[in-house]
């Protein structure tokens, strides 16, 4: 039967300490293997803690991307949705406007947006409608994804889990494992 990587990870440990406290000196040669092994104890910390980030399943992550090309823009640039206990955040930048958007759970009003400090952003009547829709667009996502991390149904009256956009309910699932 084979141990899972904590275990042998503890196990390690445990040596070590022991070693230590018979005052006997370790040493360790090989400073990458040093570095492996601080990396995956950080990684058992991380996931001990809970502040671990989760990333969507790739069909979760296309359907919101979609539903976001369908209602704010269709040239924009995504980063992968990230699910931690507490918080989802999510962002991107809509190419023709140069605006960089980040949307976290993390703040009553998650909804940010930011220009290349030299760049200057001409406040048409497009790029106001474009904000406009990019604001919406928070509300609905802060509403569906809030219930799907509480397990609540969302304010729409989507279903519990569903991604809901517009007012309409889509199938969605968890946010992958």
Not at 107 to 134: A, F, H, P, R
Request: with cysteine.
């Amino acid at each position: 039967m084979r141990t899972n990587r904590k275990d042998d990870i503890r196990e390690l440990l445990g040596r070590i300490r022991k070693l230590q406290n018979e005052n006997h000196q370790i040493e360790l040669t090989n400073s990458n293997d040093v570095k492996k092994i601080l990396n995956e104890n950080r990684l058992i910390l991380k996931e001990e803690n809970g502040s671990d980030i989760q990333n969507v399943t790739p069909d979760e992550q296309k359907e919101e991307e979609n539903n976001f090309k369908n209602t704010v823009s269709k040239l924009v640039k995504f980063t992968p949705i990230k699910v931690y206990r507490q918080n989802v955040e999510w962002s991107g930048e809509l190419i023709r406007e140069k605006i960089k958007w980040v949307f976290s759970l993390n703040e009553n009003n998650g909804c940010y947006i930011s220009i290349e400090s030299e760049d200057m952003l001409q406040l048409t009547t497009e790029v106001i409608e474009t904000l406009k829709k990019l604001k919406g667009y928070y509300d609905v996502w802060s509403d569906s994804w809030g219930s799907r991390l509480t397990g609540l149904p969302s304010e729409e009256g989507g279903e519990t889990g569903g991604a809901t956009t517009g007012g309409e309910t889509e199938a969605g699932g968890g946010f992958g494992a």
